[in-house]
Each structure stands twice: as structure tokens, then as C-alpha cells.
């Protein structure tokens, strides 16, 4: 699919004909709804293929994605997919009932207050009316947007509104939706998911690009410039902040970036990154990266990331050796450590003491090392990498599950924090393993969950919520990062 902005060339064009169009078309013939009333001057248009205020009659489509009822009334959103354009319409009322288009660039988390696109109402000797169409998007500014249709009976104060929804337009399949409905989180301002998020951001932004990738949907590609450029001086430089696990999560967004762009300053921003982990790793409990620079922890997830951020330098830096050793070394620490347990788990860290400290296997630390260790076999040709993280896969497909589908330990009902996007890291680092095996032993199971959550953990907007298997809960961008990786894992 051709990116948004490739057809803005024919915007201003398409709008002296929409205009055109419109003025031709004073009394248009029009569906029982009724005729389109005229725009609502109060919004600022949107141009596209083409601009906002365009005549329903001329639409070739005619999609009712979702519907909400008031006092008898129905309310329903239109979209025309091809033009990726959306109207809204009130069925079986009276005269005076009033019907509009809210829009929201941010997953319907807000809108613009007193737009109301298309207001109109249903006219003397009508039972139905319609607006007029309007863009979802606003492909200028990066907008990606939701629409919904509102409206209320003419005589009483309350209002309805129909679920958020959108036109197909880059949502033609399961993952390229779920990558649009994340990027409604993307900030245009900070250039970070949820405005700012630091290392969740990270893996949102790892997400969009394996997306891209897999499905060859390069819409969103602009994310990852922006993100680093807006955001290479931020907290410590070059996305290194205090905690040494924040650093690994960039240096590997990074390092997925270089791969899919081949720009070497991605490269150069990984490598600082994993110089700067590498700055603390000592001797304490026998090696090891420490947690964050106040040196008060050894944990798991931090010296996965550095297993794999640096066995991934090597594998792409030609004659490297130094990257290397450093992979091996952390992997000989790790796997002596004592921070696997002996049902082939990975508890979160090591006491004082430099002794399993029995903490939450959490999901993560359970999958970030298969992607480290599929990193080191390809560095070495050591099969025995790939054994050792398949009898790591076979007990966590197992022990972390609930009916069947992945569950994240003590899993809640928010999206926002940290924990919604553990389950994400974890699939990701399931799906590498996966890809490098050649028997794909892992394909069933990496379905099975995407399934489950695409049939039981969505709305119409394609926003996922935490529990996979279904369940109540909110979303936001740690859920549906991780939904997107678990998409994208499972093809």
C-alpha cells in the first residue's frame, strides 16, 4: 500500500472537485437517510484523497461497521473504505432529531469539543437524515484517526454515540489494524507512545517495525526517524537513561531499525547503548550487568538484554570479536547464575547474596533470552544454544499459560504501566526462536493466542485489552504493542 502522504500531490485537486461536486449537487438524490446537510463550519477540514464535507451520494461504498439505538432512533456509522472517508445517520425518528460525526486522533481518548463534523437534523416531512462525509484520517500531520457517529431525538437532551471505528485503510488484515490502532498512541509532539513512555515506548516502537517487515505496510515508517531524532538527546543521550534495562530495550529497537532501513546511525546508537550497559558489569555475584547505576541489583531482564544486544552487534558489525566475548561471557554468567530454576524458569533476580531470589517469572524474562540465545547461535553455530532455549520454550508455553492461552503471572485488568507490555517482549523472543528452528515447534501455540485474542480480546477499533483469553480490562499502548507482537510472531 502506497503511504497516505503519496497522495496528498492530488489533494488540493480532489478538493475544487469535491467543492464542485457539492455545489452541484444542492439537492442530491441521497438514500432514505436523507440528503447531506452542509458541513459544520466550526472544524477545521481534512484534505485526502479528498476533503472533509463530501456528498455521500458520490461514495461507490457503503460499510455500517457499528450502530448505537436512542428513544427508537438508530444511529449508524458509514465508512467508504476506498476513500477512506466515514458519514453518520439517524433512522426511524422525527424531525428535529439531531445526528454528527465525532473524530478523535488519539484512539478516542478525546476529541475536538464542540465540532461535532456534519451537524445537522432531520428536516420537516423526514423520518432519517445523514452528514456528510469526512475524512478518518488526516494523512498531512500524521493524524490517524477513529470516527463515531452521535446524535439525539430532537425533543429530549440525551445524547448516543456509536462505538469508535475506521475505514480499512491501512487495516486491510489482523496485524496491519492492530499496528494503526497502536500508532493512535503515537505522540506527535513527543514523538513517544502514551506522550511519554521511555522503555515501553521502546518496544511499541520494536513492534511497529517488525509490523512493517512482516506485513510490507511502510505507512508508518516516519515513527522511527522521528522518535530518534526528537529524542536522541533525552535523559542520558543516545536512549540511555539511569536504568541499564531501559538502555538494552533501545539498543534493541535500534538494532530492529538498522535492520530494516540499513541506516548506520541506528547501528552507531545500538553499539553506544551496549558500550554503556557494559560500563556496568563487574565482578559482583561473579559477573553480570547491574539493574541501574546505583549498582543495588543483578536481575534477569537486564543481562537477557545484553545477551542479546550484543550477540546481534556482532552478527552485524563485519570482523568483530569484542562484542563477541561479551555475549559469551554473559551467557556462561547467566546460565550459571542460579536465576533459572529447576522447573526451567526464570525468577526476576538474585538476593543480596548472589542466590535466586524466588520472585515473579514474569513473562518477559522467560522470553527476551530466547531471542538472545537465537542471537548467539547464529554468532557461533553452538546447536547446543538452540536445545537449551527450546527447553526453555517447552516449560514457559507450559507453566505460563491459563485454558490454553498465554497469561501474564498476577495479569490485571490496565494496560498502562509497565507489566501490559511484558507479554509482548515474551512472544517476540518466542517467535525468533520459532522462525530459527526448522520444525517451527512453536507455531501452534504463538496461533492458538492470537486467535484466542483477536476473537475475544477486541473491539472495533481493533484495541486490544490485556487478557487474551478474554475478559474485562482497558486498553492502551502496552496491551496493544504487545498484541502486535504477538501478530506479527505468529504471522
Not at 456528498?55 to 449508524?76: E, H, M, N, Y
Not at 486522533?105 to 420537516?124: H, I, Q
Not at 513527543?190 to 511519554?196: C, E
Not at 542471537?375 to 527447553?391: I, M, N, P, Q
Request: charged letters at 15%; hydrophobic letters at 35%.
Amino acid at each position: 500500500m502506497k503511504h497516505p502522504r503519496t497522495l496528498l500531490a492530488t489533494a488540493l485537486a480532489a478538493a475544487l472537485a469535491a467543492l464542485s461536486l457539492q455545489a452541484a449537487h444542492a439537492a442530491p438524490s441521497a438514500p432514505a437517510a436523507g440528503a447531506p446537510a452542509a458541513p459544520n463550519a466550526a472544524a477545521a477540514a481534512v484534505c485526502n484523497a479528498y476533503c472533509d464535507a463530501r456528498d455521500p451520494a458520490l461514495s461507490t461504498q457503503d460499510r455500517k461497521p457499528v450502530t448505537a439505538g436512542i428513544f427508537s432512533r438508530t444511529l449508524t456509522l458509514h465508512f467508504d473504505d476506498a476513500d477512506a472517508m466515514g458519514w453518520a445517520s439517524i433512522d426511524n425518528g422525527n424531525p428535529g432529531d439531531e445526528v454528527w460525526l465525532d473524530r478523535s486522533f488519539d484512539g478516542g481518548r478525546t476529541w475536538s469539543s464542540g465540532s461535532k463534523l456534519g451537524d445537522t437534523t432531520t428536516p420537516a416531512g423526514q423520518r432519517g437524515w445523514r452528514t456528510l462525509m469526512y475524512n478518518v484520517d488526516d494523512w498531512g500531520t500524521e493524524g490517524v484517526g477513529a470516527l463515531r457517529a452521535c446524535g439525539k431525538a430532537g425533543d429530549r437532551p440525551d445524547i448516543a454515540c456509536t462505538a469508535w471505528a475506521r475505514t480499512t485503510w491501512n487495516a486491510g488484515n489482523r496485524r496491519t489494524a492492530a499496528a494503526t490502532a497502536l500508532m493512535m498512541s503515537y505522540d506527535r509532539s513527543t514523538k513517544l507512545f502514551g506522550g511519554n513512555g521511555w522503555w515501553t515506548a521502546a518496544n511499541a516502537l520494536t513492534a511497529v517495525i517488525d509490523d512493517i517487515r512482516v506485513t510490507g505496510m511502510g505507512s508508518y515508517r516516519y515513527a522511527i526517524a522521528e522518535t530518534y531524532d526528537k529524542n536522541l538527546g533525552a535523559q542520558g543521550g543516545n536512549f540511555t537513561n539511569d536504568y541499564l534495562d531501559d538502555t538494552g530495550w533501545w539498543g534493541l529497537a535500534w538494532i530492529d531499525a538498522y535492520d530494516l532501513t540499513g541506516d548506520s546511525r541506528y547501528l552507531a546508537t545500538a553499539r553506544a547503548d551496549a558500550d554503556h550497559m557494559y560500563a556496568y558489569w563487574n565482578g559482583t555475584c561473579g559477573g553480570g550487568v547491574w539493574w541501574n547505576q546505583s549498582s543495588t541489583y543483578k536481575n534477569a531482564i537486564t543481562n537477557e538484554l545484553f545477551l542479546q544486544l550484543t550477540a546481534a552487534l556482532h552478527n552485524r558489525i563485519g570482523g568483530d570479536t569484542t562484542y563477541l566475548g561479551r555475549a559469551q561471557a554473559e551467557w556462561n554468567w547467566f546460565k550459571g547464575s542460579g536465576m533459572i530454576n529447576g522447573d526451567h524458569m526464570i525468577n526476576d533476580g538474585l538476593t543480596s547474596s548472589c542466590a535466586n531470589n524466588g520472585q515473579t517469572t514474569w513473562t518477559y524474562n522467560q522470553g527476551v533470552v530466547l531471542g538472545g540465545l537465537t542471537e548467539l547461535y547464529r554468532a557461533t553455530g553452538d546447536a547446543g544454544l538452540l536445545t537449551t532455549a527450546r527447553t526453555l520454550a517447552d516449560a514457559s508455553t507450559v507453566r505460563l499459560t491459563s485454558g490454553g492461552v498465554l497469561r501474564e503471572p498476577g495479569e490485571g485488568d490496565s494496560c498502562t504501566g509497565d507489566g501490559p507490555t511484558f507479554k509482548g517482549a515474551y512472544v517476540r523472543g518466542l517467535g525468533k526462536l520459532n522462525s530459527q528452528l526448522s520444525d517451527h515447534p512453536y507455531s501452534g501455540p504463538l496461533s492458538t493466542w492470537a486467535d484466542s485474542a483477536y476473537a475475544h480480546d477486541r473491539n472495533a477499533l481493533d484495541q486490544y485489552g490485556p487478557h487474551w483469553a478474554g475478559g474485562s480490562g482497558s486498553s492502551d499502548y502496552g496491551c496493544q504493542g504487545s498484541v502486535l507482537d504477538l501478530l506479527n510472531a505468529a504471522g
